[in-house]
């Protein structure tokens, strides 16, 4: 734990089903919970880059649809809506505590072509004190462009960053080596030094 205790540049990933109820709508003293205590780190120091999911679920809530969309075109309408709400929220919840929020929405071509320069977008956002809140762009994402999951964005956005450490937060008490949902023999890892490709993959 030590890492993260030490850590001044963080990077901290919350999941969809950490921030919403099963209906879709937002668990809002779940939210309010963490700004809380990102704000309080902000206070002692460090910086935060957060990486949220929730956009497509809270779209499809907030939308009234019976069941979060399986085709392309719903996800992307879905995530336009629920995008909106979440950093509604999240800017609403930090102007509180008195931070500033920024939204960057990303697709892995963005990040992969370094003429985009999307790192420096970071780097300057965290250099002028805002918290930079990173979700990936569901609403123009398609399979050749997208990350797939935010676990992997966020591992990304760690390494671009160059964090001191990456936190997940979600409903998995840990990282494995596979699904543990889907796989039985999936091991956890109890400590990432490097994040490499395999990693990653
Ligand atoms: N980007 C997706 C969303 O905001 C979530 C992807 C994930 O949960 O890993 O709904």
Redesign the pocket.
């Known amino acids: 734990m030590s890492a993260v205790a030490d850590a001044k540049r963080l990077v901290v990933k919350v999941?969809?089903s950490t921030l919403t109820y099963e209906n879709g709508r937002l668990n809002l003293r779940r939210i309010e919970s963490l700004v809380k205590v990102l704000s309080d780190l902000k206070n002692a120091g460090r910086e935060i880059v957060l990486v949220t999911?929730?956009?497509?679920?809270v779209g499809a809530g907030h939308l009234g649809l019976k069941e979060r969309p399986r085709d392309i075109g719903g996800k992307q309408a879905a995530?336009a809506v629920?995008q909106c709400e979440l950093m509604y929220t999240y800017d609403k919840q930090f102007s509180e505590y008195g931070h500033v929020t920024a939204q960057v929405l990303l697709t892995r071509d963005v990040v992969e072509d370094d003429r985009r320069k999307v790192v420096n977008t970071l780097c300057r956002l965290l250099e002028y004190g805002a918290v930079p809140i990173i979700?990936?762009n569901?609403t123009v994402a398609t399979e050749e462009i997208e990350f797939g999951?935010?676990?992997t964005l966020s591992a990304l956005v760690a390494e671009l960053v160059g964090a001191d450490a990456l936190v997940l937060l979600t409903d998995i008490d840990g990282l494995y080596d596979a699904d543990p949902h889907q796989s039985p023999d999936a091991h956890p890892i109890p400590e990432v030094r490097i994040i490499d490709q395999n990693l990653l993959k």
């Open positions: 999941g969809t999911s929730g956009a497509i679920g995530a629920g979700n990936e569901d999951d935010n676990d």
